[in-house]
């Protein structure tokens, strides 16, 4: 099956079946791999004592008599290791056979070399002795072929092992899904394995149980724990018309609720994509990585070549032996196995990590980007405030109560198409106050509304409408200003030709921002406001959360070549918006954040989506990115280091001074133990918790 057919076949499926295939064959490599290691390594156990009898004194006593035995015993385990180098070791063939057809040469080519090399000079040692000029170097190394296999396989079933516990944020992630949902069919309520409900049905929750696909409440309501997406810890309130999403858990009441999306397109299932597709990409510094690595193998291919003529040529007695185990053993420890691993485990972790917070990390180049961020760019409406107006403050003129004031005003609003009117009538649903019966309503555009209500002629709307009427403000214009200086809108009421007071209504600051803007400037990033609100309004916000810098008066179309602006000016900079108008300037900053919810996870402009509303989850995002790419430079200087000291210590540099050589099981052993160190630093970022910094 080709890659492209296996990718959309895996797609097609359930998300549950998806991830067993994968886990599957991951399990499946791993037992495999275990196999190989355990027949590798039970071949060595002979091997290695008919291969060096003068370490163990009594193995003679076990051979039949006779000069010859030794010699019967080696090629036994010559054909023991047979099956080891083709079977346990065939991947490494393998792998060379390809990166030859490519015209390329890579770790496996290194290992298959080493290991092959080892087998035939013990071969020719054991059936051709008197080709060469001294007995002494008619010696085998059958050893190096079953032991070096059986350690670099081992390090393998490691890496398949570690590689599989990274992707557990995807399992986790699936479990939330239940396996069976209660939908109503013909009146009555039946249990359905997930797979068969179909968009339109409608499925009925109970307390505690979890919803089983995104929909929209239809009938009841409840509190719902979406914590898992989110990563928020409250409860949301669902009631009629209200969405909501897969893999979330209902708290108190009960609901019905009609699909709206099928089981692959659910937000569940867009993360669970996105965290896999972000988990499989590749970082900027990979590349370079690779691009060493394809440079290396080469490099080493000749420095084995090297130090054989000079070992060969310039070596201790005898010569063959020396310049053969120099050669093996430069190829074995040169393996840049950790090399490969270093980078994908580290991000295969962080993004996980990510996705367990609420963070959506696209890809890995954003992870990347992300660490290097020194500037960011925060839209004002839906990202530091909560995008829709809401009631702030009261003000009387006269002897009418607060409640009567917000009474009157909400009243007289009933009919209004206005965008503030909403807010008005929210404030006053919010303090149980009974709205009146208007007649005679009339709209007047830019100024405000009008009408009769028990009586009386009420006035509402702005400054304009007010001296149009001939109303006397007296001082009511100084609150006026001072509410405008605070970023609100005021609107003045009058009853009867008497100024009656002002109702200010403001789109307010989310909780956490001012918070989550310290914590930014903390961390060394200049944080700017961007907004298409009037200076006055903007400078107003800016205040309340702490930002200085404030680009104001700015067009949803122009918010782009501002981001360019301070990219010219050499900052690295992100750009947090919700997604929707904010969509150029996302995708012209270097890392685009979309803040919202799993509904309008803004998947295609951002590079990062937050599914949590506030801006605590920039300063998460931002941690994770340096964590992991801190994982990233500890593993790659942890590798490279090994193979900058390994490969001279090979070439037998300490041997004039301490007559010291390293042996290819030593360097077999040496380079196992380095991918092991590079999977368990990956792992420690498992373990990283989100700080208030």
């Not at 004592?49 to 003068?54: A, G, I, K, R, T």
């Amino acid at each position: 099956m080709h890659h492209n057919e296996e990718v959309s076949r895996l797609h097609s499926m359930p998300l549950n079946e998806t991830e067993s295939v994968k886990e599957e064959a991951e399990s499946s490599e791993y037992r495999t791999l275990m196999h190989k290691w355990w027949f590798a390594a039970a071949a060595s156990v002979p091997t290695i004592l008919v291969s060096y009898p003068e370490w163990f004194p009594g193995i003679r006593d076990w051979l039949p008599a006779g000069s010859d035995s030794l010699w019967w015993a080696r090629l036994l385990v010559g054909l023991l290791a047979i099956p080891v180098l083709f079977w346990s070791g065939g991947q490494f063939f393998q792998g060379m056979w390809e990166g030859l057809k490519h015209r390329s040469a890579n770790m496996h080519t290194l290992i298959a070399l080493g290991i092959g090399a080892a087998w035939l000079y013990s071969a020719v040692a054991l059936l051709l002795p008197g080709i060469f000029p001294d007995p002494e170097m008619a010696e085998v190394y059958y050893d190096v072929t079953t032991v070096v296999t059986a350690l670099v396989v081992l390090g393998m079933a490691l890496e398949v092992r570690a590689k599989g516990r990274s992707s557990e944020a995807i399992k986790r992630l699936i479990e939330l899904q239940p396996k069976k949902a209660s939908v109503l069919r013909g009146g009555t309520e039946i249990q359905v394995p997930i797979e068969e409900v179909a968009v339109g049905d409608i499925v009925v929750v109970r307390p505690g149980e979890k919803i089983a696909l995104d929909g929209i409440v239809f009938e009841g309501s409840s509190s719902v724990d979406e914590s898992m997406l989110t990563g928020e810890s409250l409860p949301v309130f669902k009631e009629s018309d209200h969405e909501v999403f897969g893999g979330t858990l209902n708290k108190t009441g009960s609901f019905n609720f009609k699909v709206t999306k099928a089981q692959k397109d659910t937000a569940l299932a867009n993360i669970v994509e996105m965290v896999r597709q972000a988990q499989g990409s590749r970082i900027p510094i990979q590349r370079v990585v690779d691009q060493v690595s394809s440079i290396f193998t080469p490099g080493v291919m000749i420095l084995a070549i090297l130090g054989f003529i000079l070992w060969f040529n310039f070596g201790p007695q005898p010569p063959l032996i020396y310049a053969v185990i120099v050669s093996v053993t430069i190829l074995i420890i040169a393996c840049p196995c950790a090399l490969g691993l270093a980078t994908p485990m580290s991000l295969t972790t962080g993004i996980g990590k990510g996705a367990e917070s609420g963070i959506l990390i696209r890809s890995g180049e954003a992870l990347q980007i992300a660490e290097k961020l020194n500037t960011i760019v925060l839209d004002k409406t839906g990202t530091i405030t909560e995008g829709k107006p809401s009631l702030t403050d009261i003000i009387p003129a006269g002897s009418l109560a607060e409640s009567e004031i917000l009474r009157l005003g909400a009243s007289i609003e009933q009919g209004s198409e206005h965008p503030l009117a909403g807010a008005i009538l929210e404030g006053a649903k919010q303090r149980q106050i009974p709205l009146a019966k208007v007649t005679g309503f009339n709209a007047v555009a830019g100024h405000g509304v009008e009408g009769w209500i028990e009586g009386h002629r009420v006035l509402f709307g702005n400054l304009k409408f007010m001296k149009q009427e001939g109303i006397h403000l007296a001082g009511l214009q100084t609150h006026a200003s001072r509410l405008a200086d605070e970023g609100k809108t005021p609107m003045y009421l009058a009853a009867d030709g008497q100024a009656a007071g002002i109702i200010a209504v403001a789109d307010t600051v989310k909780p956490d921002s001012a918070e989550a803007i310290r914590l930014m400037k903390k961390m060394g990033i200049e944080v700017v406001m961007i907004t298409g609100d009037n200076e006055r309004t903007a400078r107003a916000i800016a205040k309340q959360v702490g930002i200085d810098r404030v680009l104001a008066d700015v067009l949803p179309q122009h918010k782009a070549e501002h981001v360019q602006k301070l990219q010219d000016e050499g900052k690295k900079v992100a750009m947090v918006g919700d997604g929707i108008n904010d969509a150029p300037a996302l995708t012209q900053a270097d890392v685009g954040i979309a803040i919202g919810t799993g509904t309008d996870v803004a998947i295609e402009a951002s590079d990062i989506t937050l599914m949590k509303g506030n801006l605590k989850g920039v300063v998460h995002a931002i941690q994770i990115s340096r964590a992991t790419m801190r994982n990233v430079y500890q593993n790659l200087f942890g590798a490279f280091i090994y193979n900058a000291l390994g490969l001279p210590i090979a070439m037998g540099i300490l041997y004039p001074f301490f007559g010291v050589l390293l042996s290819p099981l030593i360097a077999a052993a040496a380079m196992a133990f380095s991918s092991v160190t590079v999977v368990a630093n990956a792992n420690r970022l498992r373990n990283f918790k989100l700080r208030e910094v």
